[in-house]
Nanobody
């Protein structure tokens, strides 16, 4: 089991930056993948960024170099640095942990609201 707590959301103007944090209740070092998802009103939840236990990162096409996912194993924390924010980035952002046991198990945080507006 993994409990995840996100923070760092808020209201920001277009072109601004935010850093989201996700603190896990246990070591993330051996978690198969830590992911950030987002869900805008009326839309499906979509994958934003992934950080695997092997150290590789992947991003959705819409990120286009604006976001960076990173992690601090000592703090059991994953970050999402978001720069050059656009109104269409407005969504609830969720942290997700994919834990591999006999099968993959998904754990979710409660989400943090990001609103990009002037």
């Amino acid at each position: 089991q993994v409990q995840l707590v996100e923070s760092g959301g808020g209201l920001v103007q277009p072109g601004g930056s935010l850093r989201l944090s996700c603190v896990a209740s246990r070591s993330i070092f051996t978690i198969y993948a830590m992911n950030w998802y987002r869900q805008a009103p009326g839309k499906q939840r979509e994958l934003v960024a992934t950080f695997t236990s092997g150290g590789s990162t992947n991003y959705a096409d819409f990120v286009n170099g604006r976001f960076t996912i990173s992690r601090d194993n000592a703090k059991n924390t994953v970050y999402l640095q978001m720069n050059s924010l656009k109104p269409e980035d407005t969504a609830v952002y969720y942290c997700n942990a994919q834990v591999l046991g006999l099968k993959f198990n998904d754990y979710w945080g409660q989400g943090t609201q990001v609103t990009v507006s002037s």
